[in-house]
């Protein structure tokens, strides 16, 4: 199968594009090779390269042809600094997904996996022991700065305890790039039923492993505590520290991204489902930190009590679907995830800007 890699020389773009010539695939890798994601111009060592933006039709017309599938991975990535960057946002992750959806079509070319995001849920599940299952809304500002972390129940004020979140769980995304992702998943689905193609958005969750970028606002959690270790530094730790992530390794990702393609084509016309992604493995953000500081040999890491607004507390995948309709498993456990991330370089960044076309 040859299969266009739309963001394919980024972190897990490039991921990607290996793990499919591994599984015996032609990837043909579609990136902007912006400087702000790749300084020096980084090339997909695996797979020809086609460098344009994603909003070129003509571009993205001509790198079609002869294509059997697309794995798009392409987007901004990251929570932005400031609402200024929204127009950015807007028009790489959405303008950029409508542009290759019209010229699928129009190529004839019909199953596609996009790279989703479980941002879209905004906070994760919660459960009060009084109210069942509640959804908590923004956390505010004075509770915050008073060091009050954790989310009440919007009924009762009672402590919540936090879950898994499944894929039916409603959608409430908090930010500029949450909903350019929700809107992703639209495009696709609208799409599939339009045209007869078959799609699946895969959510990922907090994705680490070599190659992510360094010293960049966009990056991942991970990718911050990692660049502090290669200065010297101590990670520093926002609220707490106790925040639930899931951290499921790029290897895992690319892997998830191969076994959708393969079940794409034997599913009926105007086919969509959403997939959580994660390794299955809830860990805090300090316990996160402090596995790659031990295994880096660093400085421990430093609880600040800082905050970002908007930013959710506890948000960690059900993954079951994803395991039980399509057969597949994470291989890569935290522990040995963090040990191999500590010692891993990491992809050289600008950290000067957004970051669009890059996986």
Same mark, same amino acid.
């Given at each position: 199968?040859? /299969?266009?890699?739309?963001?394919?020389? $980024?972190?897990? $773009? &490039?991921?990607?594009?290996?793990?499919?010539?591994?599984?015996?695939?032609?990837?043909? /890798?579609?990136?902007?090779?912006?400087?702000?994601? %790749?300084?020096?111009?980084?090339? &997909?060592?695996?797979?020809? *390269?086609?460098?344009?933006?994603?909003?070129?039709?003509?571009?993205?017309?001509?790198?079609?042809?002869?294509?059997?599938? /697309?794995? #798009?991975?392409?987007?901004?990535?990251?929570?932005?600094?400031?609402?200024?960057?929204?127009?950015?946002?807007? @028009?790489?992750?959405?303008?950029?997904?409508?542009?290759?959806?019209?010229?699928?079509? +129009?190529?004839?070319?019909?199953?596609?996996?996009?790279?989703?995001?479980?941002?879209?849920?905004?906070?994760?599940?919660?459960?009060?022991?009084? #109210?069942?299952?509640?959804?908590?809304?923004?956390?505010?500002?004075?509770?915050?700065?008073? $060091?009050?972390?954790?989310?009440?129940?919007?009924?009762?004020?009672?402590?919540?305890?936090?879950?898994?979140?499944?894929?039916?769980?409603?959608?409430?995304?908090?930010?500029?790039?949450?909903?350019?992702?929700?809107?992703?998943? %639209?495009?696709?689905? +609208?799409?599939?039923?339009? *045209?007869?193609?078959?799609?699946?958005?895969?959510?990922?969750?907090?994705?680490?492993?070599?190659?992510?970028?360094?010293? *960049?606002?966009?990056?991942?959690?991970?990718?911050?505590?990692?660049?502090?270790?290669?200065?010297?530094?101590?990670?520093?730790?926002?609220?707490? $520290?106790?925040?639930?992530?899931?951290?499921?390794?790029?290897?895992?990702?690319?892997? +998830?991204? *191969?076994?959708?393609?393969?079940?794409?084509?034997?599913?009926?016309?105007?086919?969509?489902?959403?997939?959580?992604?994660?390794?299955?493995?809830?860990?805090?953000?300090?316990?996160?930190?402090?596995?790659?500081?031990?295994? %880096?040999?660093?400085? +421990?890491?430093?609880?600040?009590?800082?905050?970002?607004? @908007?930013?959710?507390?506890? /948000?960690?995948?059900? &993954?079951?679907?994803?395991?039980?309709?399509?057969?597949?498993?994470?291989?890569?456990?935290?522990?040995?995830?963090?040990?191999?991330?500590?010692?891993?370089?990491?992809?050289?960044?600008?950290? &000067?800007?957004?970051?669009?076309?890059?996986?």
């Amino acid at each position: 199968m040859r /299969v266009l890699v739309t963001g394919g020389a $980024g972190f897990i $773009g &490039s991921q990607v594009a290996a793990e499919l010539a591994a599984a015996g695939h032609e990837a043909v /890798v579609f990136d902007a090779l912006l400087p702000a994601a %790749h300084p020096g111009g980084h090339r &997909s060592q695996e797979a020809r *390269t086609v460098v344009a933006d994603l909003r070129d039709a003509e571009r993205v017309r001509a790198a079609l042809a002869g294509i059997d599938a /697309v794995c #798009h991975q392409a987007a901004m990535v990251g929570l932005g600094k400031e609402f200024a960057d929204a127009p950015a946002y807007v @028009g790489c992750n959405d303008l950029g997904t409508a542009v290759l959806l019209a010229e699928m079509a +129009a190529a004839g070319v019909w199953d596609l996996v996009v790279a989703g995001s479980m941002v879209v849920y905004g906070e994760g599940r919660y459960d009060c022991a009084r #109210h069942g299952t509640v959804r908590p809304g923004p956390r505010a500002a004075a509770d915050l700065e008073a $060091g009050r972390f954790e989310p009440p129940c919007p009924e009762c004020g009672a402590p919540l305890r936090p879950g898994l979140v499944a894929e039916d769980a409603p959608t409430d995304p908090r930010n500029v790039y949450a909903a350019t992702k929700l809107a992703q998943e %639209h495009l696709a689905s +609208a799409w599939s039923r339009a *045209t007869g193609g078959r799609a699946v958005a895969l959510r990922y969750h907090n994705v680490y492993g070599p190659g992510m970028p360094r010293d *960049t606002p966009y990056a991942g959690v991970a990718s911050f505590f990692r660049s502090a270790l290669a200065r010297g530094e101590a990670p520093r730790v926002y609220e707490d $520290g106790a925040q639930r992530r899931d951290f499921v390794h790029v290897r895992d990702v690319a892997s +998830a991204n *191969t076994v959708a393609l393969a079940a794409l084509a034997g599913r009926e016309p105007g086919f969509f489902a959403a997939y959580n992604t994660g390794s299955g493995e809830p860990h805090t953000i300090g316990e996160m930190a402090a596995a790659l500081a031990a295994a %880096h040999g660093g400085p +421990a890491p430093v609880v600040t009590g800082e905050y970002r607004l @908007g930013d959710v507390r506890h /948000v960690t995948a059900d &993954s079951r679907r994803l395991r039980d309709e399509l057969g597949w498993k994470p291989q890569v456990g935290f522990a040995e995830g963090m040990a191999e991330f500590a010692a891993a370089p990491l992809r050289p960044g600008a950290g &000067s800007g957004p970051v669009p076309g890059s996986g």
